[in-house]
């Protein structure tokens, strides 16, 4: 856990640039994953979010890494 995590309160949503760095992914990637229907979105004028739910259901349902 770093210094910023400790300040900040756990948000119950996040912008798309917020999601991309809790997640790891680009945007192309999450406007893809939201496009596929498999991370769910919602919009708020011109704004997107994504809620800590839907964001830790989809990171809880992507595949396990098979090993070689």
């Given amino acids: 856990m770093d210094q910023q995590d400790i300040q900040q309160p756990l948000k119950g949503v996040f ?23 498999r991370l769910p979105a919602k919009k708020f004028g011109k704004r997107t979010f ?7 259901r989809w990171l809880a349902a992507l595949p396990d890494q098979r090993r070689c």
């Avoid at 640039?17 to 809790?22: G, H, S, T």
């Fill in 15 to 37: 912008s798309i640039n917020e999601f991309c760095q809790w997640a790891g992914i680009g945007r192309t990637a999450t406007y893809a994953e939201i496009k596929a229907g």
């Fill in 50 to 56: 994504i809620i800590r739910n839907d964001a830790e």
